[in-house]
């Protein structure tokens, strides 16, 4: 199926995932390495598992971040993680 142009055009950032390999354009992404795709391609090589959006993945770790770290201010200070 033929894509237009605006489609081809879009590019995303996608993280390859553990133990997968993506070839784009002639060069072998590994797991854990960042490559720009069509936004068509990322979205299919996200629903067989390939890679993740980069930007779900930022996403996720500053929430689970922000989570773990409590501050405490009473007579002293108190920092505390997990």
């Known amino acids: 199926m033929a894509r237009t142009a605006k489609e081809a055009a879009v590019m995303v ?3 390859v995932r553990a133990n ?3 070839k ?3 060069v072998y992404y590994r797991h ?3 490559v720009m795709l069509p936004s068509a391609d990322a ?3 996200k629903a067989i598992g390939f ?7 930022r996403a996720a770790a ?4 922000a ?16």
């Open 13 to 15: 950032a996608v993280v």
């Open 20 to 22: 997968r390999t993506v």
């Open 24 to 26: 784009h354009e002639g």
């Open 32 to 34: 854990l390495q960042q």
């Open 43 to 45: 979205e299919r090589l």
């Open 51 to 57: 890679v993740d959006y980069l930007d779900d993945l």
């Open 62 to 65: 500053q929430a689970s971040s």
């Open 67 to 82: 989570a773990d770290v409590s501050i405490t201010v009473s007579d002293g200070v108190a920092i505390s993680a997990g």
